[in-house]
């Protein structure tokens, strides 16, 4: 009886946890979103990196980026209907999978009618077909310092890595998508058109800037 009454006051605490930080990711988001509002922001980077893209508003919580934001925690802080394009490249596998489809409904809500949504990520099905071929050049890839391009001893482990994660600073990869099953999520967020394209296939000006990695990503295009 004892044990059943602290697992149920464990249970309770953690809702009441989740909750509190449920209404404090809420407010910082909307504290955000009135300080932006006047910022003419209508194209945004999420997750950008390091990357500096003219016109375009980067998110992340690295240093340097215009907002640095934990998007694991606290949603998009911009009105509904109110960006042109948002991109989004090599991040989208950092989040949960539930998480991301938060995300895209939240890019969804924020993007304009007609507005524009471009993701380019990990390739599971392009990586997976490498993997049974023992596609040795790609997989021991080295950088300029000598390091390994993709963390592991074999094929097998760096294969693997994709699923089990890989890490940038504090993030470590959450999931792995193929184009049916990330376009599943956008679908799901209710965008009219979704789209497979290629690398820099776009008429956004400043495609040669954003699209990166031809070797292992696809991108999808979602417009609303």
């Known amino acids: 009886m004892v044990g059943r009454v602290f697992h149920r006051a464990g249970r309770l605490l953690i809702a009441v ?23 003419g922001i209508r194209k945004v980077n999420l997750c950008c990196g390091h990357q500096k893209v003219a016109g375009y508003f980067g998110i992340d919580m690295i240093e340097g980026a215009d907002l640095r934001l ?8 911009f009105p509904e209907s109110s ?21 895209v409904r939240e890019i ?23 993997y049974v ?22 094929i097998g482990d760096k294969f693997a890595a994709w699923f089990y994660g890989y890490s940038v600073g504090t993030s470590r990869c959450e999931y792995f ?8 999520l956008f679908n799901e967020a209710g965008f009219s058109t979704i789209e497979r394209k290629g690398f820099r296939e776009s008429r956004i000006a400043e495609i ?17």
């Open 17 to 39: 946890h989740d909750d509190t930080a449920r209404i404090r990711a809420n407010v910082l988001r909307g504290w955000l979103e009135r300080r932006l509002r006047d910022r």
């Open 70 to 77: 934990d998007l694991s925690r606290v949603d998009l802080p």
């Open 83 to 103: 960006m042109s394009v948002i991109v989004c490249m090599s991040a989208i596998n950092y989040f949960t999978r539930a998480r991301a489809q938060q995300l």
């Open 108 to 130: 969804h809500r924020v993007l304009q009618p007609d507005g524009v949504c471009r993701v380019g990520v990990q390739d599971l099905k392009s990586l997976a077909e490498r």
């Open 133 to 154: 071929r023992g596609d040795n050049a790609f997989f021991f890839q080295k950088l300029i310092d000598g390091r390994d391009r993709f963390e592991g001893p074999t």
């Open 177 to 184: 998508y193929d184009f049916d099953s990330l376009a599943y």
């Open 208 to 224: 040669e800037q954003l699209d990166n990695r031809a070797d292992q990503m696809f991108v999808l295009k979602a417009t609303k």
